[in-house]
């Protein structure tokens, strides 16, 4: 990586093609699924290329790929869980659900929903932004902060507030 960081394009290459195992191998211990390692590897060597200027080369290179790769690998399993809960969880709804052929009901969740959309309009913008990336399309907090060049810390804190402003809004607190 040292090599890599002066400018070597070859030991670059050679490095991030040697990495994938080590990758691999993470993922694995964190539980992902194998249809998905090569998701963890490529969004894992997608990081390391982005921040390898901080790598300090006194430091194990393998140490500090590992905790990259263990933290795209629980990036992808938080990003599956909540799909997958969803999906169950809408099943669910459709198939025990007293109202789902009622028109009445559809009319109803599309009231609420534009109710939402309007609610979240009216957000200010660093916290419209946090739960249109981190609600609506559902990216991790990695994904978002590269997406708005915005740290994880102030994501958090805009997504925490807006739920807070739209819960209260939506259901009369204030």
């Known amino acids: 990586m040292a090599a890599a960081q002066a ?5 670059y290459a050679r ?7 080590l990758i691999r191998a993470v993922a694995r211990r964190q539980g992902v699924p194998v249809d998905t390692l090569d998701d963890v590897v490529q969004e894992t060597l997608l ?4 921040v390898r200027h901080t790598f300090d080369p006194s430091r194990s290179y393998d140490a500090w790929l590992s ?5 795209r690998a629980i ?20 198939d025990h659900h007293a109202d789902r052929d009622d028109a ?4 109803e969740r599309e009231q609420e929903a534009t109710r939402l959309r309007e609610a979240i309009k009216t957000l200010p913008p660093g ?14 907090l990695a994904e978002a902060a590269e997406r708005t060049g915005r740290n994880t810390g102030a994501l958090k804190v805009n997504l925490h507030r807006a739920l807070k402003t739209l819960r209260d809004r939506l259901h009369g607190e204030s």
Not at 7 to 11: E, F, I, P, T
Not at 75 to 94: I, K, M, N, P, Q
Request: hydrophobic share 30%; proline share 0%.
């Open 7 to 11: 400018g070597d394009q070859r030991a």
């Open 15 to 21: 490095l991030l093609t040697d990495s994938v195992s």
């Open 47 to 50: 990081t390391v290329h982005r």
């Open 67 to 71: 905790a990259i790769a263990s933290r």
């Open 75 to 94: 990036d992808t399993l938080r990003s599956h869980g909540r799909r997958d809960r969803r999906e169950v969880h809408d099943e669910f709804a459709l």
């Open 104 to 107: 009445s009901a559809g009319a």
């Open 127 to 140: 916290q419209r932004e946090a739960v249109e990336q981190l609600g609506l399309k559902e990216q991790s």
